[in-house]
C-alpha cells in the first residue's frame, strides 16, 4: 500500500496506479461473469434432471395405469 501512495505522488504514478486499478477491476469483472455462467449452467443442469425424473415418473405411472386397465374392470386378477 505503501508503494501505490509513494507512485501516486506524481502525474505519472498516478495514472500507473489508476491503470492497474482498471485491470484488477476488470480481472474481477470477468471473474463474476464466469461464476454467473457457471451457476446458470448449474441451475440449468438442475432443471433439467428435474424434467427428466418427472417424466420417468410420469411413464412409471402410465405404465401401471395401463397395466391396470388393460384387462378392463372384470379383470379376475385385479381382484382381492
Same mark, same amino acid.
Given at each position: 500500500m505503501q508503494? #501505490?501512495? @509513494? !507512485?501516486?505522488?506524481?502525474a505519472q504514478g498516478r495514472e500507473q496506479v *489508476?491503470?492497474?486499478a482498471v485491470?484488477?477491476?476488470n &480481472?474481477?469483472?470477468k471473474s463474476i461473469q464466469q461464476l454467473e455462467q457457471i451457476t446458470m449452467a448449474? !441451475? $440449468?443442469?438442475? #432443471?433439467?434432471?428435474?424434467?427428466q425424473k418427472k417424466a420417468e415418473k410420469n &411413464?412409471?405411472?402410465q405404465e *401401471?395405469? $395401463?397395466g391396470l386397465f388393460s384387462g378392463g374392470t @372384470? @379383470?379376475?386378477s385385479l381382484l382381492p
Open positions: 508503494t #501505490i501512495q @509513494n !507512485e501516486a505522488q506524481t *489508476a491503470a492497474a485491470a484488477a477491476a &480481472v474481477t469483472t448449474g !441451475e $440449468d443442469a438442475q #432443471i433439467a434432471y428435474l424434467k &411413464v412409471t405411472a *401401471a395405469a $395401463d @372384470n @379383470n379376475p
